[in-house]
Nanobody
Framework: QVQLVESGGGLVEAGGSLRLSCTPSGTIFSINAMGWYRQAPGNQRALVAIITSGGSTNYADSVKGRFTISRDNAKNTVYLQMNSLKPEDTAVYYC??????????????WGQGTRVTVSS
């Protein structure tokens, strides 16, 4: 069973930075796209940024120019560098991995979520 292990959330003042990381457990043969989503109280989960295995990226308009998604394919790890954080970035951030191929099957996975709180 594959699990996505997230780290890097926490409390930061507005204007500060945080770096999230997400690594799958187990023996992974390949992963297609990896991304970060977030869910604030009362809101639905929404895409923050996504990166394909080839390195193509896409960002939510609200984070363009402030957040950078990157990926280490050798480690199957995805990162989200968040700069110039705003109180409205406060949310639980979830890692997502698409088409994760192991020896026996292929599936999509979600992390357990890491909380990011930005104080004003």
């Amino acid at each position: 069973q594959v699990q996505l292990v997230e780290s890097g959330g926490g409390l930061v003042e507005a204007g500060g930075s945080l770096r999230l990381s997400c690594t799958p457990s187990g023996t992974i043969f390949s992963i297609n796209a990896m991304g970060w989503y977030r869910q604030a109280p009362g809101n639905q989960r929404a895409l923050v940024a996504i990166i394909t295995s080839g390195g193509s990226t896409n960002y939510a308009d609200s984070v363009k120019g402030r957040f950078t998604i990157s990926r280490d394919n050798a480690k199957n790890t995805v990162y989200l560098q968040m700069n110039s954080l705003k109180p409205e970035d406060t949310a639980v951030y979830y890692c997502n991995a698409q088409k994760v191929r192991t020896r026996y099957f292929e599936s999509d996975y979600w992390g357990q979520g890491t909380r990011v709180t930005v104080s004003s």
